[in-house]
């Protein structure tokens, strides 16, 4: 069974930097697109960025030049650098991919507050 599980969140304030990491395992990782999502409170999970297997990357307009997402094929991991965070940036943070039998991880919070 696929698993992703995401850390790396935390408390920061306004203008602070986090690095969150999605570890992917059991599966063919190198060959699936996977993308970051987020969920604030009361609110609908949304697309923030995403990478596909050849490294090309596309982000939401809410998050370009913040935000940066890469891959690690080797260590199976996605990250996302967030810089110059915003409060409205504060979510619950998950990783998915198109993989087979995959299913939702628990995600890591995210809290951007002074």
């Known amino acids: 069974q696929v698993q992703f599980v995401e850390s790396g969140g935390g408390l920061v304030q306004p203008g602070g930097s986090l690095r969150l990491s999605c570890a992917v395992s059991?599966?063919?990782?190198?060959?699936?697109?996977i993308n970051w999502y987020r969920q604030a409170p009361g609110k609908q999970r949304e697309l923030v960025a995403a990478?596909?297997?050849?490294?090309?990357?596309n982000y939401a307009d809410s998050v370009k030049g913040r935000f940066t997402i890469s891959r690690d094929n080797g260590k199976k991991t996605v990250y996302l650098q967030m810089n110059s965070l915003k409060p409205e940036d504060t979510a619950v943070y998950y990783c998915?991919?198109?993989?087979?039998?995959?299913?939702w991880g628990q995600g890591t919070q995210v809290t951007v507050t002074s």
């Open positions: 059991g599966s063919i990782f190198s060959i699936y697109a």
């Open positions: 990478i596909t297997s050849g490294g090309s990357t």
């Open positions: 998915k991919g198109p993989i087979p039998g995959s299913s």
